[in-house]
Structures are given as C-alpha cells and as structure tokens.
C-alpha cells in the first residue's frame, strides 16, 4: 500500500527529481537521455496542474495521460514525438511503482498513436511540362534515352526495375499498350498515348542507329548494347530532375509518385490508378489521396482571402 499522506509530505514535489537521479545513477543514462526524460515529465505534469491544482502523481489515471496525447497530437506533433514522451512517462510510473510511490500504473495499458506514413514526394506538373518541353535536349542517344525514360516513367507510373525489364516485344504500338512485368512476375497492362508512342518510336530510331545490339530482347540498351542498369536509369532520372527542381529526392520512385498524384488531380478514379500502378491492396494507393488533399489545402490558404 502506498502511503500517499507520506507521498505527498516528502515526495510529491520531488519526484521527478528522484527518478532523473535513479535514471542517471543507478541506470547509467546518458545526461542528454536524462534531460529528454525531464522535458516530457515536466510537458506533463505541467499539463494535467492545468486540469486541476489537486491533482499529483498519485492521482493521474489513463484518461488525462490520453487527454495530454491527444493535445499534443492537435498541437501538430508527429506521432513519433507523442510515443517518445508517452514512453517516458510508461518508464516514470514504472519505476514510481516499484518504488511504492504509487498504487497503480494508469499508463500500463496506453498504446501510442501509429506512426505517421510520409506522404509521397512528387513533382509538379508545371515543372515536369518545362522539363520535357524545353528544347535543350540533343539527339544524341543518351540524352534521348534519358528523356524517354523519364517520359515513360511520368506517363505510365511503372518502377524502375519494370522500366529495366521491359523488351521490344512487350510494347504494342498498334494497340497501344505495354506489358509489364512487376513483383512476383505478376504481369499488367497499361495504355499508352499517341503523344507517348511518338516519343517510344523516335527513342528506338535513334536506338538502333547508335548501339550495336547485345542484347536482342532488351527495350533500354547502353552505349554498349546491353540492357541499362537501374543505376543507370537512376542517374539519367537524377541529373534530368535538377534541371527544374531543387528537391532532395529526384529518383525514378519520385516520378511514380508523380503519374499517381497527376491521375488523381486530374480525376482519375482510385480504382483505376491502382490498377495502373499495379498495388495489390486499394490502402497503398490511398495515400495519394492524402497528397492531392494537402495540395488543395496550400492552394485553399493561399488563394481563399480568410484562408
């Protein structure tokens, strides 16, 4: 049984101080870890003294250590935030426990909130249509890859190892469409343009004019015939995107995430974007939804006059 006339006479005033000092003497922790222990006990206690004065340590249940969380999440803290100061104050009740300080654990039984998911990294729409429409491109192969490349990986949303994949016999011109071949050998088809099969047919006229074929099937080809590599797109995708963007991020990943925000924004069904992209479950591609919200929410505060 826990005292509490005792608690609150010798302890109650000091007992974060009393855990810090078990903390960084009897545990061995880092002065820093201490001191991030402390800043989220004091956040809260400081918390549930402005729900009532005559509450203490003693007195805390689930409820108020949830009601803090949830302020803490309104106040736009990451969810990696909120569980980093919910698993101090799960170690503090702990150790108050053990101590007797307290009858009970009220934190025993918290989960933290799940973990926020990034939302995918795109580029904008008027910054690919300057990057593809500029006239600094050359006829020379490698720049004519690269373009393609980066084209067909904007229009058609496939990864980077189906791009690599991909061989002379798995596009159709005529019916316009291109077969690819994605995790698990799981083959889909995706529709293509006029404006795209353009691009496909110069790539291959330049193609076969500037590389000896060693490798017969293959769609991309370097400059010595052999089937490109994924570095190899990666670069070509890379250095291409810092003509017209400053993001940290320029992979071919980037334009994936760039055909799928581009579908939704432009009505496209989400049914139909998954099936384009090839996700097994419609939860993976929900999260462009997220992307196209956010969108509309900075247009919404920049343009709405009370926004």
Known sequence: MVDSKYFRKFACENVIDQFLAYLRYEKNRSLLTVQRYEKSLRMFEEYFKTLSEELDWTTVDADIIRGWMEQRMDDGMKATT???????????????????????????????????????????????????????????????????????????????????????????FEARQLKVTGKRNKQRLIPFGDELAKELEHYVEVRDQSVERQEPEAFFLNKHGMRVTEDQIYQDVKENLSRVTMMKKRSPHVLRHSFATAMLNHDAGLESVRRLLGHESLETTQIYTHTTFEQLRRVYKEAHPRG
């Open 82 to 172: 909120v569980n980093a100061d919910l698993a101090s104050v799960k170690t503090f009740f702990r150790f108050a426990l053990a101590r007797k300080m307290v009858g009970k654990d009220p934190a025993y039984l918290i989960t933290g909130p799940k973990k926020d998911k990034p939302l995918p990294v795109f580029v904008k729409e008027s910054d690919m249509n300057r990057l593809l429409d500029e006239e600094e491109w050359s006829e020379k192969y490698k720049d004519v890859r690269a373009r393609t490349i980066i084209i067909l990986l904007y229009e058609t949303g496939m990864r980077r190892a189906e791009l690599r994949g991909l061989n002379d016999q798995d596009i159709d």
